[in-house]
């Protein structure tokens, strides 16, 4: 997986021309966030940090990462179905963990009081890494699954013509005809216009759970541009409108200043952060509506690490797919290994094992949103600190994935442009719809490859680690 640019990563001024070509053509086509100075504001932005040239990708585990995603789909909705697992698998970690335990209080209550969706949605992303084998070759790991706002799907749809544009300038248009079209914006907008459709009510609108502070609001407006485009009217409002303007009829059918709300689309609440005691109460009323949530609480649930960490223990795939061996061996061959470090036996052994060997494992809490794993020291400082106390439950042990590293060129607002070696994240769009209990939409909508230099352990593009990128199939 060596670069395949390496002659023209060494000329600094041929870069330097190239890299004005790509920002001038990334702000054209749209590739923008708001800036960090003004997060509430469209006067003023910028472009989002992206790679001067794509990055090589074998096509084979390019290939193998969308044919699993229908297999992800299927199992993230039945663990959301599964209220038994989800409550034996969460159970020592809503002991430790708060925010868990808030949003396991809240799927609690919906199930006391019945379910009233009879539509389910969900749009995830499964993240990978390609591990470099020690006989050279490169293997598909999974990172996780993101089931609540997997952002990135509308930049991603702007930025091959970025890539194909700078490859254009250099005459490499063989090349340049290599970069995949992508539009995941198109397949989540769709997505969400069937369960709108199926909710049946022509004059519902579409709710989209926003932060007061949202730099990535454009990748946000490539999904509500596409569904206006189907006459699918979308309305932005924080949790705290929520609370004060929401409100359900007795069939517990939801309103948001008297107008009725047929989808919720979260692009917030995934984090402590993200909630106050209000917001929580909001949320909780979001939930006990009929309108569609995506996701719902227990599919939010079904994304925590250790609900991942629990999926590849053996037999518990073909519990939760019976008779379908083939998906279950596809989803258990991108897994890499993962350990639980509940109180006993077993999660003493991960400890001892990790503390001696800390470069190859990754402690993990149960967070989204990037930057919040541990590695090395730290790593070992947090293991022996939690090791005799019921706090290390909160955390899963990941066996770390170690990606052949290349160069490329990263470019970023108000930095020069930056050679260097970098290592590679790719994400698979997946959606899929259900009514009732029968499946009406389950496929794979397109990809996200992100890129950041290898002395950056963790964290994302809205983390400001890594780049936007695309990949280039070989």
């Not at 979308?234 to 359900?248: A, H, M, T, Y």
């Not at 470019?411 to 719809?433: D, H, N, T, W």
Request: net charge neutral.
């Amino acid at each position: 997986m060596a670069t395949g640019w390496g002659s023209l990563l060494q000329d600094e001024q041929q870069l330097e021309e190239l890299a004005r070509q790509a920002v001038d053509r990334a702000l054209a086509e749209g590739v923008l966030l708001r800036t960090s100075q003004a997060p509430s504001s469209s006067d003023v932005v910028s472009y989002a940090p992206f790679t001067l040239f794509p990055s090589r990708v074998p096509s084979a585990l390019l290939e193998q990462a969308y044919a699993v995603q229908a297999d992800f789909n299927l199992l993230v909705d039945a663990v959301s179905q599964n209220a038994v697992f989800l409550e034996r698998t969460l159970s020592s970690t809503i002991k430790r963990d708060n925010f868990t335990a808030r949003l396991f209080d809240i799927h609690k209550q919906v199930l006391k009081e019945g379910i009233a969706q009879t539509v389910f949605l969900g749009l995830n992303r499964s993240d990978y890494m390609f591990q470099c084998n020690a006989d050279g070759s490169a293997a598909l790991k999974q990172i996780e699954i993101n089931t609540i706002s997997a952002s990135f799907g509308g930049l991603a749809s702007r930025t091959p013509a970025v890539h194909r544009h700078v490859l254009s300038v250099l005459g490499k248009t063989k090349e340049a005809a290599k970069i995949l079209s992508n539009n995941p914006s198109k397949g989540l907008a769709m997505g969400i216009a069937k369960a709108w459709e199926l909710y049946g009510s022509a004059n519902a609108q579409v709710l989209l759970i926003a932060q007061e502070k949202e730099r990535n609001i454009f990748d946000q407006r490539a999904i509500e541009n596409e569904l206006l485009a189907r006459n699918i009217h979308v309305i932005r409002r924080r949790f705290e409108d929520v609370s004060e303007k929401g409100s359900l009829d007795q069939d517990r059918r939801l309103f948001m200043d008297g107008q009725e709300i047929a989808v919720v689309y979260f692009r917030d609440g995934y984090m402590p952060s993200h909630y106050s005691l209000q917001n929580w109460e909001a949320r909780l009323l979001l939930e006990r509506s009929c309108a569609v949530k995506c996701p719902d609480i227990a599919t939010q649930l079904a994304g925590t690490k250790k609900v991942q960490q629990e999926l590849s223990r053996v037999g518990v795939l073909e519990s939760l797919l019976p008779g379908q061996p083939e998906a279950v061996a596809r989803l258990r061959a991108t897994f890499a290994g993962l350990y639980s470090l509940d109180l006993g036996e077993e999660g003493d052994q991960a400890i001892t094992k990790a503390i001696a060997a800390p470069s190859s494992f990754v402690l993990k809490p149960q967070r989204e949103g990037g930057g919040n794993n541990l590695y090395g020291e730290e790593m070992v400082q947090s293991l022996e600190r939690l090791k005799d106390s019921e706090e290390r439950a909160s955390y899963i042990l990941m066996e770390k994935i170690e990606p052949e590293p290349f160069k490329n060129c990263l470019l970023r607002p108000g930095s020069p442009a930056r050679v260097v070696q970098c290592i590679s994240e790719l994400g698979i769009f997946g959606v899929y719809v259900r009514e009732g209990k029968t499946l009406v939409m389950n496929k794979h909508v397109g990809h996200l490859l992100r890129t950041k230099a290898i002395e950056h352990a963790d964290g994302g593009v809205a983390a400001g680690v890594a780049v936007l990128d695309n990949p280039y199939p070989v």
